[in-house]
């Protein structure tokens, strides 16, 4: 896929103290790349070099081939961003909302605007004031403005932030809409592991300012051998007739690192001995273990990421 934003060696120093260093990654386009980090980290102080709202220190953000620091007008233009809270007139529509930003862009039309708002779901309530609007709502018609000028790179902070369950669902039901049907850049950061993981394909995770890795949230390492869970209550009896193989007991059975292949075998070894098996399944790493594992940092610590 084709690379839409990169950030080259962006270094962000405030009265002589680093905050962020040296940080370089590529987003591509029809992905949802996530900023995940402790409060702190630098996630919206990234954000706001990326859009131009603060001066980048040292390094260059190019966004669809265009230079931010050489070329801004050309390289923004490509850009939509909500950076912490949609601005909104409540005493005006929805629908008028959307007409005062569009008269700043040139081209765009009442089908546009009606396309738009189509997109996020707000159809039945376009034309309600913005202060009888929740949360969710106010959020997806902040998401029709950035979609106004159809661009290449939809920059989101915190879009879930305040937002309850069904809210965040859907936020994120529309952004994986957009990377799948327009082929769009997302990026977002949010402090919610669990929301990072169903809603990124990949993550940047910072600490201290610092890029420490970038995972992809569906882990697509294919390693020879995986750890399966074999969910047995005769600890004992299975002990011996699994001696060949590294195995971990944990409550309620025992994990073992096989390959694909080998599992029928070690299932028929099991029936064999008469040694009851309720479940085998596959035992994957969330990203709060590999967030953990990555950052060396507690769970206490990924509550405030």
């Known amino acids: 896929m084709q690379n839409v934003m990169e950030l080259k060696n962006v270094t962000k120093k405030i009265n002589g103290k680093t905050i962020i260093d040296n940080l370089s ?18 996630k ?45 007139y409540k005493f005006l529509s929805g629908y008028k909302n959307l007409q ?17 708002v189509e997109l996020v779901g707000l159809k039945e309530r376009i034309h309600d004031k913005v202060k009888t609007y929740s949360l969710g709502m106010r959020q ?19 879009p ?29 950061s ?15 995770i910072l600490q201290k300012g610092k890029l420490i890795d970038i995972q992809n949230v569906r882990d697509e390492e294919t390693e020879e051998k995986d750890t399966y869970f074999f969910h047995i209550e005769q600890l004992k009896e299975a ?9 971990v007991n944990k409550k309620n059975g025992v994990e073992i690192k096989l390959s694909k292949q080998e599992v029928p075998a070690v299932i028929e070894l099991l029936v064999q001995e008469q040694i009851r098996l309720y479940e085998v399944k596959l035992v994957t790493k969330s990203l709060e273990d590999r967030f953990l594992e990555i950052t060396g940092g507690t769970k206490e610590e990924v509550q405030h990421a």
């Open 25 to 42: 990654f590529t987003v591509q386009e029809g992905e949802v790349f996530g900023f995940l980090g402790p409060n702190g980290a630098g």
């Open 44 to 88: 919206t102080t990234t954000i706001r070099m990326m859009v131009g709202l603060m001066k980048l220190s040292q390094g260059d953000v190019v966004i669809c081939s265009q230079s931010i620091t050489k070329n801004y007008a050309q390289a923004v233009k490509h850009v939509g961003a909500i950076v912490e809270n949609p601005e909104l």
């Open 100 to 116: 005062q930003y569009a008269r700043m862009i040139k081209g765009i039309t009442k089908e546009k605007i009606d396309e738009v």
């Open 140 to 158: 997806r018609l902040g998401l029709a403005q950035c979609l106004l000028h159809d661009p290449k790179v939809l920059i989101l902070d915190e």
């Open 239 to 247: 002990a011996s007739v699994l001696k060949e193989y590294d195995c």
């Open 160 to 188: 879930t932030n305040g937002l309850d369950p069904a809210g965040i669902r859907e936020i994120r039901d529309h952004l994986k809409k957009l990377t799948r049907e327009r082929g769009m850049a997302v990026i977002v």
């Open 190 to 204: 949010s402090h919610l592991l669990s929301e990072m993981e169903l809603m990124c394909d990949r993550i940047a």
